[in-house]
């Protein structure tokens, strides 16, 4: 894991990093390695990905940060890209893969209320990707919409929201 996330700061080849990050994220879906990654500043090495101009990087750094942030202690460096990860829902292509791994993180990131305010003002797009998105995106977007309905201070948000 160290060697990885040596490999991910020390190159710029997106195929190299996406390479990294897509065994980093395998790695990831074992809670075994979560404290491990995390240890090894390896939450902000792959949240440093995010800026990455190349999709499919970001896309994979995403699915990391998803695959880590079953774990609490991990959630609170996560909720730092938080607001970056909403923008960068918004801006992605309609049904992309940057799309739905941006939200599949929100919606990891959302299962408890404690950062359900740095999604409010995504609310608008959310229901907009519902109405419009393909049904892979829809489900997903679903299940945020959810996690965000549980908490009574954001219901209010999601039903006054202009679409």
């Not at 390695?33 to 090894?40: A, E, M, Q, S, V």
């Not at 419009?132 to 996690?147: A, C, D, M, P």
Request: net charge negative; with cysteine.
């Amino acid at each position: 894991l160290q060697k990885l996330l040596h490999l991910l700061q020390s190159t710029d080849d997106p195929l190299i990093q996406e390479q990294a990050l897509i065994t980093l994220s395998n790695r990831a879906a074992f809670s075994v390695n979560h404290d491990i990654i995390r240890n090894l500043d390896g939450l902000s090495i792959i949240g440093r990905m995010l800026s990455d101009c190349i999709p499919r990087v970001k896309e994979k750094a995403l699915n990391a940060l998803n695959n880590l942030s079953m774990n609490i202690e991990n959630q609170k460096e996560i909720q730092v890209y938080i607001v970056q990860v909403c923008k960068d829902i918004e801006s992605a292509s309609l049904n992309s893969d940057l799309q739905l791994a941006g939200l599949r993180l929100l919606t990891n990131m959302s299962v408890t209320s404690d950062y359900h305010h740095m999604m409010i003002n995504s609310i608008p797009c959310f229901l907009h990707l519902l109405s419009e998105g393909n049904e892979r995106t829809q489900i997903q977007t679903l299940k945020l919409l959810v996690n965000l309905s549980a908490n009574p201070a954001v219901t209010r948000h999601i039903l006054q929201a202009q679409v």
